[in-house]
């Protein structure tokens, strides 16, 4: 199982970015997904989820209404789009496989968003 991120970078507030996750060695299509973060100085936080076929989607309060998770079974790529970008999203973003509800067996390496002006 390998996972990939990438698309991360400095942005400035109110700017937006988009994170992709490029996933190997499983049947992508058959595992809900999400995206985690971590601050520097704490501890991961959920950020958003997608079932296997991308019908249902589900987000932290904290980036509902500005970030929006994605995924392309076809291309075993996983998204999000984060706009509104504010200072306190600065984290490193992973995705990961998703065994249940906030449960996960596999991250990838993440992909570090900074946001300051």
């Known amino acids: 199982v390998q996972l990939v991120e990438s698309g991360g970078g400095l942005v400035q507030p109110g700017g937006s970015l988009t994170l992709s996750c490029v996933a190997s060695g499983f049947t992508f299509s058959s595992y809900d997904m999400s995206w985690v973060r971590q601050a520097p100085g704490k501890g991961p936080e959920w950020v958003s989820a997608?079932?296997?076929?991308?019908?249902?989607?589900y987000y932290a309060d904290s980036v509902k209404g500005r970030f929006t998770i994605s995924r392309d079974n076809a291309k075993n790529t996983l998204y999000l789009q984060m706009n509104s970008l504010k200072p306190e999203d600065t984290a490193l973003y992973y995705c990961?496989?998703?065994?249940?509800?906030?449960?996960?067996?596999?991250w990838g390496q993440g992909t570090q968003v900074t946001v300051s002006s």
């Open positions: 990961a496989r998703g065994t249940g509800w906030r449960k996960y067996d596999y």
């Open positions: 997608i079932d296997t076929g991308g019908r249902s989607t």
